[in-house]
């Protein structure tokens, strides 16, 4: 993970603050590796419905990537 991810939230509040409570379910059940169908199956929605949650997620950490994000949680204890 690039060290400027890292960095920009080192002197900020946690970035997960950002996150609704949907989204802190889906980040949960990414850094368990689970895929977007698997995770659409267990949240009874669709997995556009989790593509959308995902697309957000990054957005809002401001990663690139699923792997990128799991870090993140896994470095701040969001999981």
């Given at each position: 993970?690039?060290?400027t991810i890292s ?73």
């Amino acid at each position: 993970m690039p060290s400027t991810i890292s960095s920009q939230y080192s002197t900020h509040q946690s970035p997960f603050l950002l996150l609704s409570e949907r989204e802190q379910e889906v980040l949960s059940l990414m850094v368990e590796g689970h895929n977007n169908s698997e995770i659409a199956r267990q949240l009874y929605v669709s997995p556009n419905t989790i593509k959308t949650h995902v697309r957000g997620i990054l957005n809002k950490l401001g990663v690139k990537n699923r792997i990128q994000a799991a870090i993140l949680a896994v470095r701040y204890g969001l999981v």
